[in-house]
């Protein structure tokens, strides 16, 4: 039955089924409950026609807001929302291992007493933090103010860069198969150190097969492991045959440096072959040897006919220096190829005349690009302006007729702190568009806000 009470329309449902009966209120929907609990209606002894009821014991009245524990209401004196201590049955002093503990009468509750576990406590807690630097830094200012200094730093070091790649001495003279010597200018004296490098453009020696094609033995490891697959000793023939693959020429070639086609001259023509022929294995092996850069160069000043001392040796870096000199090692006596070297104790084809164990350590650190720069050798008296002739002692075909690189190229500059001219100019370029983009992210912090349109007041 319904019954009226306050205003507020309750469903009273008692059932004579349980004793004592059970009264279920139920406020209608549509009307907003009161914030503040009353006592619910008492359920009616009126018997409807037809039907018997038992006694109807009044409902109790709903219980008020706790006084204790969670959802308690704040006690005069303490902080809105904060716990409220529970004394435990062993004793309000005995507090469970790890357990926050109860403050005074603020009702602060503390961080538990072990170290680690107070350090979580205040992680998990989030408090105020005591410094405000890190939050100052997002403000627009300080976001402006950083992307100026990060402009003026990178258009510094963009100058800085540009300027010295402009001042740098640089020669180049390019050459293909078949040239003997060429002349050149050397407009500005280099007065340290110069450097003599070789480049070829556009081969592929950053590839992941190539780069993967050495010696595991001297250069592996249990992360990094080597094969030698395709450029075993019986692959250096046919691969360092100057003819295009299938030729008639490269036919003649398949056998060497051991078959008995092989002829005499192809032998002698390629340095690689000469060194082989000596030797019973190919130690070191790989892609990376086979194709090893061996052209030589002569340097005579035309003025006096003067030639230049070209130092080879030493133009490896010191890190190559300590992996092959662990694992290259030199015999007792004995000259030439099989006779100096030995590589896990077979021979090896390389040799120490003529720098060449040398050269080989600079040819075995691949670049990152398809551009190839590597330090020949160097003059450490320096250069003076005028008139050379550069000849080459040593001009290997494979490069330009077998393998289609379309020129071979040295280069004479002077050393520099900063690299070469290339790399300034590279890297200056990026600086400067580093630059260029932090001035317009400081643009945009400065003058963003004032773009923005304003909130009306009506």
């Not at 403000?139 to 992307?147: H, I, K, L, V």
């Not at 790399?423 to 990026?430: I, M």
């Not at 643009?443 to 004032?450: N, S, V």
Request: net charge negative.
């Amino acid at each position: 039955m319904r019954s009226e009470a306050d205003g507020a329309s309750a469903v009273m449902i008692c059932c004579t089924c349980c004793r004592p009966p059970i009264c279920a209120p139920s406020v209608a929907p549509r009307r907003a409950r009161s914030l503040v609990p009353r006592a619910a209606p008492a359920c009616s002894r009126e018997e409807p026609s037809g039907v018997a009821f038992s006694a109807v014991s009044r409902v109790q009245p709903a219980p008020g807001p706790p006084t204790e524990g969670w959802g308690a209401a704040p006690r005069s004196g303490e902080a809105h929302g904060a716990l409220s201590a529970r004394a435990s049955p062993a004793g309000p002093e005995e507090k469970a291992p790890g357990a926050a503990r109860a403050g005074g009468p603020s009702g602060k509750v503390e961080p538990p007493l072990r170290c680690l576990d107070g350090y979580l406590w205040g992680l998990v807690g989030q408090g105020d933090p005591k410094c405000l630097v890190p939050l100052w830094l997002f403000r627009r200012w300080a976001q402006a103010a950083t992307a100026g200094f990060c402009a003026l730093l990178f258009g510094a070091a963009a100058l800085v860069l540009l300027s010295a790649a402009s001042s740098m001495s640089e020669t180049s003279v390019d050459y293909t198969a078949g040239d003997v010597q060429r002349e050149f200018v050397l407009e500005e004296g280099i007065d340290g150190e110069a450097l003599i490098s070789y480049e070829l453009p556009d081969v592929l020696v950053n590839q992941k097969r190539f780069v993967e094609s050495k010696d595991n033995y001297i250069v592996g490891s249990t992360i990094s492991r080597y094969t030698c697959e395709d450029a075993e000793i019986e692959d250096v023939g046919w691969r360092r045959c100057p003819s295009p693959p299938g030729s008639e020429e490269c036919a003649r070639w398949r056998g060497c440096p051991h078959g008995p086609d092989c002829p005499g001259d192809a032998i002698q023509s390629d340095p690689i072959l000469r060194r082989v022929a000596n030797t019973s294995s190919f130690r070191p092996c790989g892609l990376v040897a086979l194709s090893m850069f061996t052209d030589r160069y002569r340097l005579v000043r035309l003025e006096d006919g003067l030639e230049i001392s070209l130092t080879e040796s030493g133009v490896a870096l010191g890190s190559q220096d300590d992996v092959y000199d662990e694992r290259v090692l030199r015999t007792s006596g004995g000259v030439g190829a099989g006779a100096e070297l030995t590589v896990e104790g077979v021979p090896s084809w390389l040799t120490l005349e003529d720098g060449f164990y040398e050269h080989f350590k600079v040819w075995s650190r691949q670049p990152a690009s398809p551009r190839v720069r590597n330090l020949w050798a160097t003059v450490p008296d320096g250069l003076r302006s005028g008139r050379y002739r550069l000849e080459f002692t040593e001009n290997s075909r494979v490069w330009t007729d077998a393998w289609k690189v379309p020129f071979k190229r040295v280069t004479i500059s002077e050393a520099h702190v900063l690299g070469s001219s290339g790399a300034c100019v590279f890297l200056g370029g990026l600086c400067l568009g580093i630059c260029c983009l932090e001035a317009i992210m400081t643009c945009i912090f400065l003058f963003a806000p004032m773009l923005a349109p304003r909130a009306s007041l009506l």
